[in-house]
């Protein structure tokens, strides 16, 4: 005996609710990262760049789809570009009192503004009232200023003692963060950060950080340090170090001067005001060093909000009060008072009350304090941060060619900024009144192009293209051209009780489910209607099965359920009820769709020792390839497990066990994966890939591990919920499907073409021949049977193994390429006879050789050519004559007069023992000899090797053929009554 595998016996997910597996084009190349992300509130993101916005939407480019699209700015979450640190391009970085930071040169001061000349925004006006500082990041002898930010540290991975990755930031951290007023935030234990600055032998650094607890750090530069040892703050070099002081613990800030000369070991440190605290002398370390700076929060989280380096000044830096307003200069000095303004390059300050203003020449001056006050996180709609250290919170009034204007709380008008640096967008922009929230994803369609999910509506437009409206989005969008696309629709709960006639499934061999309603259907191929693609004919080289009125599956909530099988065992011996079941050793049950959902639970209700095997995605066929997993419940422990060799569990976990208490055991049942959880604790994720997922069946048996005895097993208050939108399959047996597949090797040149399944799991294999809207037309031997189409809930396409072989030559000549040519005429018959209008597809392909019936269709009838294919014409013909055709070798086309059935047969096929009946032309002889009757339209058709006999008849002759069965052939075999009513 050889086999056939089918290309889908049972039907895959999808169906009423769901659509899954949409390729309408092919995969794409691999193309280079796209520059930006766009993230919505419910996580799911798009690859692209921002285009244009206006107060309300954003548009967005993707190159996943054709056009841009407008989306809602408050179904958004943020957008991030990954973008490397760039540099400064101004003088002076200015702190914001609502914790934005900007940089410009500065142009002037008065009473109301603070205007700067700036790379990023042009020239722009800021509320005085609304500047904290100003710093100057370049010039004098300033040889590294900051922090803008982020930009220019780099976070390093640490070395634990014995040279292991110490802990690293989570996952989702993927950049340092940066904090208000430019600060640099390191949210996390033990992050260290570097940036690579050359130093002189002789600097002066200054620097100050926060935390919210009693600050914990460590500042490195040359080989030296200043660092905390608990409490105290120390500067060490080598191995000397020099005490500074004591932090107390409710210390949340703290700055810090230190002067340093390398080559003779001398320092001083100054507190932040000026004040002398220490000063050493060190060994010179002569060893070697790094043009690295080095910070390492020790603590809960550190913000250096402060870091200073400039050459070595020979004065010591004075005493002042940082708290006041002031200046602070290029030689060290401070001058405090009142800051009038800015004219001509000098800035104007009041030393005293009764003072006159003293002019300062802006080149001389390091930074200006207009305000004591921190930057503080002001909440806003938008925070906007850049490559070189710029954020700007507010909210966005526009974005047009590469230019965004910002409302803000700092600026009169709104203020313009080049985006070419932007990093990230983050967004908190409150949803309007009267704007409906968006819907749970169970309510909404799901897309899935080139990798990236999205939800939201499935919008059919009546052409080829896919229209999808993108959540928070106005119009809908179109998928490119060469993208793989896949579509899951779903309808509301409520919908599908009203629903008296779901769709049919088409499935084809590309992977592809489309769901639709079946107009025609026939060897060559199907003719549908879908609201999802034009497409209007599948061939029938392209059709892996069609699942007929694709109901959704049900829950299964008993033991009790028609789904479950004894497979070892039997009534007897395996007790059960709608709540509880016990499985004594050497038994085993299955449930061959518990699978197809999304969640099986049930519990263990054992007293004493027991183990037992559950087999995923079964079939009921060897199943080679599934997993089986171990449940050992030892009372005290559980141990579970996938079945290894020699009684062995693989992947083991163990758990306490629940002292004599039933077991919760749950399946989490996703799309690529399991999870398994034991007593609500989850103990495994397994990725479960389609060569292990041959089935949708789940066997429960007892067994034994480590070389224990098996037991009895007893479970109870089993549920499995139905995946959403998945449709009921029927569950075919593994005897019924080998029956189905097996073909006698005299048969091996001409194999079936077609399987059909019925509700209760029969097969019935042959050929289909056509299809009208309540009977199928099926071959099977040598008889033509009529199915009513009601029994009959999935057609499969049969292919070998391997794909193809001389056996199937049919197939790819029932496809016939000839005949998909375009029609080259335009006429119009208003009465043509069947061979009048056959001969004019004659002259349309004249390498194809018609074949009319044997007798003369005398009628006349009405038929327009034009715009059709050959093969579309010979359909129409076909359907207006009502005749049928079928295409034999050497390109001949047979067209023929389908045989009548009377309307009170019955079909159904039995499987006896193979030449039970004898030869196949005696088999009518045979059955009446024995008093089974053949009225008008009966007919019987017996295989001898294969086993399988069908018989159109009435309910009576049935009966009596099952007591002939019973009586003379020793029964029906396997799965009797194909595609007759279950009872």
């Given at each position: 005996?050889?086999?056939?595998?089918?290309?889908?016996?049972?039907?895959?997910?999808?169906?009423?609710?769901?659509?899954?597996?949409?390729?309408?084009?092919?995969?794409?190349?691999?193309?280079?990262?796209?520059?930006?992300?766009?993230?919505?509130?419910?996580?799911?993101?798009?690859?692209?760049?921002?285009?244009?916005?206006?107060?309300?939407?954003?548009?967005?480019?993707?190159?996943?789809?054709?056009?841009?699209?407008?989306?809602?700015?408050?179904?958004?979450?943020?957008?991030?570009?990954?973008?490397?640190?760039?540099?400064?391009?101004?003088?002076?970085?200015?702190?914001?009192?609502?914790?934005?930071?900007?940089?410009?040169?500065?142009?002037?001061?008065?009473?109301?503004?603070?205007?700067?000349?700036?790379?990023?925004?042009?020239?722009?006006?800021?509320?005085?009232?609304?500047?904290?500082?100003?710093?100057?990041?370049?010039?004098?002898?300033?040889?590294?200023?900051?922090?803008?930010?982020?930009?220019?540290?780099?976070?390093?991975?640490?070395?634990?003692?014995?040279?292991?990755?110490?802990?690293?930031?989570?996952?989702?951290?993927?950049?340092?963060?940066?904090?208000p007023g430019g600060a640099l935030v390191l949210p996390y234990w033990n992050r260290l950060v570097s940036l690579t600055q050359k130093l002189p032998e002789k600097v002066e650094v200054a620097f100050k950080v926060r935390s919210t607890q009693r600050p914990e750090f460590q500042l490195r530069f040359r080989n030296f340090r200043v660092e905390t040892w608990g409490r105290e703050l120390v500067v060490v070099s080598g191995d000397q170090y020099k005490s500074l002081?004591?932090?107390?613990?409710?210390?949340?800030?703290?700055?810090?001067?230190?002067?340093?000369?390398?080559?003779?070991?001398?320092?001083?440190?100054?507190?932040?005001?000026?004040?002398?605290?220490?000063?050493?002398?060190?060994?010179?370390?002569?060893?070697?060093?790094?043009?690295?700076?080095?910070?390492?929060?020790?603590?809960?989280?550190?913000?250096?909000?402060?870091?200073?380096?400039?050459?070595?000044?020979?004065?010591?830096?004075?005493?002042?009060?940082?708290?006041?307003?002031?200046?602070?200069?290029?030689?060290?000095?401070?001058?405090?008072?009142?800051?009038?303004?800015?004219?001509?390059?000098?800035?104007?300050?009041?030393?005293?009350?009764?003072?006159?203003?003293?002019?300062?020449?802006?080149?001389?001056?390091?930074?200006?304090?207009?305000?004591?006050?921190?930057?503080?996180?002001?909440?806003?709609?938008?925070?906007?941060?850049?490559?070189?250290?710029?954020?700007?919170?507010?909210?966005?009034?526009?974005?047009?060619?590469?230019?965004?204007?910002?409302?803000?709380?700092?600026?009169?008008?709104?203020?313009?900024?080049?985006?070419?640096?932007?990093?990230?967008?983050?967004?908190?922009?409150?949803?309007?009144?009267?704007?409906?929230?968006?819907?749970?994803?169970?309510?909404?369609?799901?897309?899935?192009?080139?990798?990236?999910?999205?939800?939201?509506?499935?919008?059919?437009?009546?052409?080829?293209?896919?229209?999808?409206?993108?959540?928070?989005?106005?119009?809908?969008?179109?998928?490119?051209?060469?993208?793989?696309?896949?579509?899951?629709?779903?309808?509301?709960?409520?919908?599908?009780?009203?629903?008296?006639?779901?769709?049919?499934?088409?499935?084809?061999?590309?992977?592809?489910?489309?769901?639709?309603?079946?107009?025609?259907?026939?060897?060559?191929?199907?003719?549908?209607?879908?609201?999802?693609?034009?497409?209007?004919?599948?061939?029938?080289?392209?059709?892996?099965?069609?699942?007929?009125?694709?109901?959704?599956?049900?829950?299964?909530?008993?033991?009790?359920?028609?789904?479950?099988?004894?497979?070892?065992?039997?009534?007897?011996?395996?007790?059960?009820?709608?709540?509880?079941?016990?499985?004594?050793?050497?038994?085993?049950?299955?449930?061959?769709?518990?699978?197809?959902?999304?969640?099986?639970?049930?519990?263990?209700?054992?007293?004493?020792?027991?183990?037992?095997?559950?087999?995923?995605?079964?079939?009921?066929?060897?199943?080679?390839?599934?997993?089986?997993?171990?449940?050992?419940?030892?009372?005290?422990?559980?141990?579970?497990?996938?079945?290894?060799?020699?009684?062995?569990?693989?992947?083991?976990?163990?758990?306490?066990?629940?002292?004599?208490?039933?077991?919760?055991?749950?399946?989490?049942?996703?799309?690529?994966?399991?999870?398994?959880?034991?007593?609500?604790?989850?103990?495994?994720?397994?990725?479960?890939?389609?060569?292990?997922?041959?089935?949708?069946?789940?066997?429960?048996?007892?067994?034994?591990?480590?070389?224990?005895?098996?037991?009895?097993?007893?479970?109870?208050?089993?549920?499995?919920?139905?995946?959403?939108?998945?449709?009921?399959?029927?569950?075919?047996?593994?005897?019924?499907?080998?029956?189905?597949?097996?073909?006698?090797?005299?048969?091996?040149?001409?194999?079936?073409?077609?399987?059909?399944?019925?509700?209760?799991?029969?097969?019935?294999?042959?050929?289909?021949?056509?299809?009208?809207?309540?009977?199928?037309?099926?071959?099977?031997?040598?008889?033509?049977?009529?199915?009513?189409?009601?029994?009959?809930?999935?057609?499969?396409?049969?292919?070998?193994?391997?794909?193809?072989?001389?056996?199937?030559?049919?197939?790819?000549?029932?496809?016939?390429?000839?005949?998909?040519?375009?029609?080259?005429?335009?006429?119009?018959?208003?009465?043509?006879?069947?061979?009048?209008?056959?001969?004019?597809?004659?002259?349309?392909?004249?390498?194809?050789?018609?074949?009319?019936?044997?007798?003369?269709?005398?009628?006349?009838?009405?038929?327009?050519?034009?715009?059709?294919?050959?093969?579309?014409?010979?359909?129409?013909?076909?359907?207006?004559?009502?005749?049928?055709?079928?295409?034999?070798?050497?390109?001949?086309?047979?067209?023929?007069?389908?045989?009548?059935?009377?309307?009170?047969?019955?079909?159904?096929?039995?499987?006896?023992?193979?030449?039970?009946?004898?030869?196949?032309?005696?088999?009518?002889?045979?059955?009446?000899?024995?008093?089974?009757?053949?009225?008008?339209?009966?007919?019987?058709?017996?295989?001898?090797?294969?086993?399988?006999?069908?018989?159109?008849?009435?309910?009576?002759?049935?009966?009596?053929?099952?007591?002939?069965?019973?009586?003379?052939?020793?029964?029906?075999?396997?799965?009797?009554?194909?595609?007759?009513?279950?009872?």
């Amino acid at each position: 005996m050889s086999h056939l595998f089918p290309s889908l016996l049972l039907i895959a997910t999808g169906g009423l609710l769901a659509v899954s597996g949409i390729s309408l084009h092919a995969q794409s190349a691999d193309a280079a990262p796209p520059p930006a992300r766009l993230r919505w509130q419910n996580s799911e993101t798009l690859p692209g760049e921002m285009v244009g916005a206006t107060e309300t939407t954003v548009r967005w480019k993707s190159p996943l789809f054709q056009e841009p699209v407008d989306v809602a700015w408050w179904f958004l979450r943020r957008m991030d570009r990954t973008l490397p640190a760039v540099p400064v391009a101004d003088s002076f970085t200015v702190s914001l009192r609502d914790g934005s930071q900007l940089h410009g040169n500065l142009v002037s001061i008065s009473n109301e503004a603070v205007t700067l000349a700036s790379t990023r925004h042009g020239e722009v006006s800021l509320k005085r009232s609304e500047v904290l500082n100003l710093r100057r990041l370049k010039g004098n002898d300033l040889l590294w200023s900051g922090p803008v930010g982020d930009s220019g540290w780099k976070l390093e991975k640490q070395q634990s003692a014995a040279g292991n990755s110490g802990n690293q930031p989570p996952a989702i951290v993927l950049q340092l963060l940066p904090g208000p007023g430019g600060a640099l935030v390191l949210p996390y234990w033990n992050r260290l950060v570097s940036l690579t600055q050359k130093l002189p032998e002789k600097v002066e650094v200054a620097f100050k950080v926060r935390s919210t607890q009693r600050p914990e750090f460590q500042l490195r530069f040359r080989n030296f340090r200043v660092e905390t040892w608990g409490r105290e703050l120390v500067v060490v070099s080598g191995d000397q170090y020099k005490s500074l002081r004591m932090i107390d613990e409710a210390e949340r800030e703290l700055g810090l001067r230190v002067r340093w000369d390398e080559t003779t070991g001398k320092g001083q440190a100054y507190a932040g005001n000026g004040e002398p605290m220490s000063e050493w002398t060190f060994d010179p370390d002569k060893s070697s060093r790094d043009d690295k700076i080095q910070l390492k929060g020790r603590g809960r989280d550190l913000t250096l909000e402060q870091l200073t380096f400039q050459e070595w000044r020979e004065s010591a830096p004075p005493r002042h009060d940082p708290h006041q307003v002031h200046l602070e200069l290029a030689d060290g000095r401070v001058v405090t008072g009142a800051i009038r303004s800015s004219v001509g390059g000098n800035i104007y300050i009041e030393p005293g009350e009764d003072g006159p203003p003293l002019a300062v020449e802006l080149a001389n001056v390091n930074a200006i304090l207009l305000s004591p006050d921190r930057p503080a996180v002001v909440p806003a709609e938008m925070l906007l941060t850049y490559a070189d250290g710029t954020q700007l919170r507010g909210r966005i009034d526009s974005v047009k060619d590469g230019q965004a204007l910002l409302k803000t709380s700092f600026s009169s008008g709104p203020l313009p900024t080049r985006t070419d640096a932007l990093r990230q967008v983050l967004l908190d922009v409150k949803r309007p009144e009267g704007v409906p929230a968006e819907l749970p994803f169970a309510q909404m369609d799901k897309l899935v192009v080139q990798g990236t999910s999205l939800h939201g509506r499935f919008m059919p437009a009546g052409d080829a293209a896919v229209r999808w409206l993108l959540v928070g989005a106005e119009q809908p969008c179109t998928p490119v051209s060469e993208a793989a696309v896949e579509i899951t629709q779903v309808v509301p709960a409520a919908l599908p009780a009203a629903i008296k006639d779901p769709p049919s499934l088409f499935y084809t061999r590309a992977g592809d489910v489309i769901p639709g309603r079946l107009i025609s259907l026939d060897a060559t191929g199907v003719e549908l209607e879908s609201s999802i693609t034009t497409a209007r004919r599948l061939p029938g080289g392209s059709l892996a099965a069609v699942q007929f009125q694709a109901a959704a599956s049900a829950d299964v909530t008993s033991f009790l359920d028609a789904g479950w099988q004894i497979v070892k065992g039997s009534d007897k011996t395996v007790k059960r009820t709608e709540k509880n079941i016990e499985l004594p050793v050497g038994s085993g049950v299955a449930h061959w769709s518990a699978m197809q959902s999304s969640e099986v639970k049930f519990n263990i209700t054992s007293t004493n020792y027991s183990t037992f095997r559950l087999t995923f995605f079964a079939t009921g066929g060897e199943d080679k390839n599934c997993m089986r997993f171990i449940v050992a419940n030892f009372g005290s422990q559980i141990y579970t497990g996938t079945e290894a060799e020699d009684g062995q569990l693989g992947d083991r976990n163990q758990l306490p066990g629940t002292g004599g208490k039933p077991v919760p055991v749950r399946l989490v049942i996703q799309e690529k994966a399991v999870e398994i959880f034991i007593n609500g604790s989850k103990q495994h994720r397994f990725t479960v890939d389609a060569t292990r997922r041959p089935g949708t069946g789940l066997i429960i048996e007892p067994c034994s591990v480590w070389g224990n005895e098996a037991t009895a097993v007893k479970l109870a208050d089993f549920s499995s919920r139905a995946a959403p939108g998945s449709p009921g399959l029927p569950a075919v047996t593994a005897e019924a499907r080998t029956q189905a597949l097996s073909v006698p090797r005299f048969r091996k040149e001409h194999p079936p073409r077609h399987v059909l399944i019925a509700a209760n799991g029969d097969v019935l294999r042959g050929e289909i021949e056509a299809a009208t809207a309540t009977h199928l037309g099926f071959r099977s031997g040598l008889e033509t049977l009529k199915v009513p189409r009601d029994r009959v809930k999935a057609a499969v396409w049969l292919q070998p193994p391997g794909g193809t072989n001389e056996g199937f030559d049919g197939d790819r000549r029932a496809e016939l390429p000839a005949l998909d040519r375009m029609t080259s005429r335009r006429v119009n018959y208003s009465s043509a006879t069947l061979s009048t209008l056959i001969n004019v597809l004659k002259a349309e392909v004249t390498d194809v050789k018609f074949q009319l019936p044997e007798k003369k269709d005398g009628r006349s009838f009405k038929f327009q050519f034009g715009v059709q294919t050959v093969r579309e014409a010979l359909d129409q013909i076909c359907a207006l004559v009502g005749y049928r055709y079928r295409i034999e070798p050497g390109n001949v086309v047979v067209i023929e007069s389908p045989p009548p059935v009377q309307p009170d047969m019955v079909l159904r096929a039995y499987w006896l023992r193979p030449h039970a009946l004898g030869k196949a032309d005696s088999t009518q002889k045979l059955l009446t000899s024995l008093k089974l009757e053949f009225p008008p339209g009966s007919s019987v058709s017996w295989n001898p090797a294969a086993g399988l006999l069908t018989m159109t008849n009435n309910a009576v002759n049935h009966d009596r053929l099952k007591e002939l069965a019973k009586e003379k052939w020793g029964g029906v075999l396997g799965t009797p009554h194909p595609l007759a009513p279950v009872v």
